[in-house]
């Protein structure tokens, strides 16, 4: 029993969920922060004709509204 409220017992365990939820939380906020201002600020594709699929210039062809 001397073992049980130790850092590797009930609280430490505790620590390690409310560690883990506290990360969650900040990564769930962070994404629909994200997706929010991603869903306001659209953009559009100039000479889709001309885009070539392996090509590194493709962000010369997008502009944002």
Not at 3 to 13: K, Q, R, S
Not at 17 to 39: D, R
């Amino acid at each position: 029993m001397n073992g049980l409220f130790g850092l590797n017992g009930l609280t430490g365990f505790a620590i390690a969920v409310v560690l883990l939820l506290a990360i969650v939380a900040g990564l769930g906020t962070l994404a629909i922060i994200t997706q929010s201002n991603e869903a306001l600020t659209p953009y559009k594709v100039e000479q889709s004709s001309s885009i070539r699929m392996n090509g590194g210039d493709m962000n010369k062809y997008y502009k944002v509204q």
